[in-house]
Nanobody, 114 residues
Framework: VQLQAFGGGLVQPGGSLRLFCAAS????????MGWYRQAPGKQRELVAT???????NYADSVKGRFTISRDNVKNTVYLQMNSLKPDDTAVYYC?????????WGQGTLVTVSS
């Protein structure tokens, strides 16, 4: 299983970024994909994820601003982030739950600052 997350960078408050997570080594269409983040000095937390039934779940702090989506042909999961705030600054990780095992990508840094 390999997960490669990219798309992070420096953005001003109110700006947007789109993160990508390219997956390989497993059957993407039956996996449960999600995005998590870890800010400096804080624990890793859920940002957005797909549930078993395919619906989406979001942290309260990002509802209405972030959107998770997936492309089962390209084996890619996305995180569209709008109206970014300084509190969104963190390393963002994609995660897959597949056949009872959790796998993590390497993370991509998002910095929201003026």
């Amino acid at each position: 299983v390999q997960l490669q997350a990219f798309g992070g960078g420096l953005v001003q408050p109110g700006g947007s970024l789109r993160l990508f997570c390219a997956a390989s080594g497993f059957i993407f269409s039956i996996s449960i994909m999600g995005w998590y983040r870890q800010a400096p000095g804080k624990q890793r937390e859920l940002v957005a994820t797909f549930s078993v039934g395919g619906s989406t779940n979001y942290a309260d702090s990002v509802k209405g601003r972030f959107t998770i989506s997936r492309d089962n042909v390209k084996n890619t999961v996305y995180l569209q982030m709008n109206s970014l705030k300084p509190d969104d600054t963190a390393v963002y990780y994609c995660r897959v739950y597949y056949l009872g095992t959790i796998y993590w990508g390497q993370g991509t840094l998002v910095t929201v600052s003026s």
